[in-house]
């Protein structure tokens, strides 16, 4: 039976969880309070934190066994996103909490698929909630009052909350059609070429096009780890630029790590990767200073990568696509791999482009479901977009 997961700080906020757990009972759904507190529980609760905090890969006392109460949260942090995971019978998860509260229950939440219903009232919800939500499709909730026991308001805001998640979980989405799901990345600048391999593919695939601006092309890959997507076009790999050089919409580490994992049919190429995005001048790094810069509005400079840079950017790109035992076909636009990188264009650089196209030859290791394809076109040639169709479609019928 799926049940509604009700999450919060036993010690802090036992009156608050247990007046949500019980307006969710109240809507007919079944409950499960859980306790993520680092302090004696003050409420009943049907798993307590000493369980929680089992799942730590330290033990439990890695958790409850320190009086710094900093390393007692990031502890318990660490053991919800593992007790989350373990769970099969999650409908939905609602939580409470202040800032440890917060950092704790959406830890957990962020391990759960995509689409399971989540919703986290916090007194931090109407700020910067990235560290909380990241890739995730949390709802952040303000509180709008502090967590110090009830009140008149807060009554209202938990009711609602309740009402929600109760909502969210009896009323699930229907299932989509039966077509199978396709990641695809696009920027402003691969736009023509990634429209255009979308309309051709819609007939077959759920085309999930995503913005590679750091946060795009980890929801993409969080999609391939959950065994969401069927394959991957990834035309637009510029987030690898802004991790390498400081920009402000880079990947992580673990960029084409989903691809790895999952073995997806994979389709690649070098989009945008003539780019390092930046927020407006005067935040631009001073070791920059003196460098060909390109405004793409009033809030975005973008600065175009040298041939050095290129040749670092298609080493780190080949190298991780080589450690992918699923079929990869990674395709070079040699005429340009953006809108600016084009004849006449404001980052159009022949050398450059070649020292990045040498390198992701060199260093992505071919095998009979791994190769490299130059194509003497634009990234945004229609021809260079059928290409990258049949590209998949060959790879993908293997």
Same mark, same amino acid.
């Given at each position: ?77 660490? @053991?919800? $996103? ?6 099969? !019978? ?6 409470? =909490?202040? &800032? #440890?509260? +917060? ?92 429209? @255009?391999? $979308? ?6 695939? !759920? ?6 601006? =750091?946060? &795009? #092309?980890? +929801? ?179």
């Amino acid at each position: 039976m799926k049940r509604i997961y009700v999450v919060g700080t036993a010690d802090t906020k036992g009156e608050e969880l247990a007046f949500l757990a019980d307006a969710i009972a109240a809507t007919g759904a079944a409950v499960t309070r859980v306790d993520v507190g680092t302090r004696a529980a003050t409420v009943p609760v049907d798993i307590p934190a000493e369980e929680v905090a089992g799942h730590h890969h330290e033990g439990r006392n890695a958790v409850l066994g320190s009086d710094d109460r900093g390393m007692s949260v990031a502890a318990m942090a660490a @053991a919800f $996103a593992r007790f989350a995971q373990s769970r099969t !019978d999650i409908a939905g998860m609602i939580g409470i =909490g202040g &800032g #440890g509260g +917060t950092s704790i229950v959406t830890s957990g939440m962020r391990t759960l698929p995509l689409g399971l219903p989540k919703i986290m009232v916090s007194t931090l919800a109407s700020g910067d909630t990235a560290p909380y939500v990241d890739v995730s499709d949390i709802v952040m909730m303000p509180s709008v009052t502090d967590m110090a026991g009830l009140n008149r308001l807060s009554r209202v805001v938990l009711h609602n909350a309740a009402q929600a998640i109760a909502g969210m979980a009896a009323k699930p989405a229907p299932s989509a059609d039966g077509k199978p799901s396709l990641g695809l990345t696009m920027f402003g600048v691969t736009t023509p070429c990634v429209t @255009a391999i $979308a309309d051709q593919l819609r007939a077959t695939y !759920d085309c999930m096009v995503f913005h590679a601006t =750091g946060t &795009g #092309g980890r +929801t993409m890959e969080k999609l391939a780890d959950s065994g969401l997507l069927a394959g991957v076009i990834d035309i637009t790999t510029t987030e690898v630029c802004d991790l390498l050089f400081g920009g402000v919409l880079p990947a992580t580490e673990d960029r084409f790590g989903a691809i790895a994992r999952s073995k997806l049919p994979y389709v690649g190429s070098a989009g945008a990767l003539d780019m390092v995005n930046f927020w407006a001048p005067p935040t631009i790094p001073e070791r920059y200073r003196g460098r060909l810069f390109y405004e793409h509005n009033s809030n975005v400079t973008l600065m175009r990568t040298t041939a050095d840079e290129c040749r670092q950017i298609g080493e780190w790109i080949g190298g991780r696509l080589s450690r992918c035992q699923g079929p990869v076909h990674f395709l070079i636009p040699e005429k340009g791999v953006s809108a600016l990188d084009i004849e006449g264009g404001a980052f159009f650089d022949p050398a450059a482009d070649a020292a990045l196209f040498e390198a992701i030859e060199r260093t992505i290791k071919p095998t009979p479901t791994r190769r490299v394809t130059r194509l003497p076109l634009h990234i945004n040639d229609p021809e260079f977009a059928r290409a990258a169709t049949a590209a998949f479609l060959d790879i993908a019928s293997k």
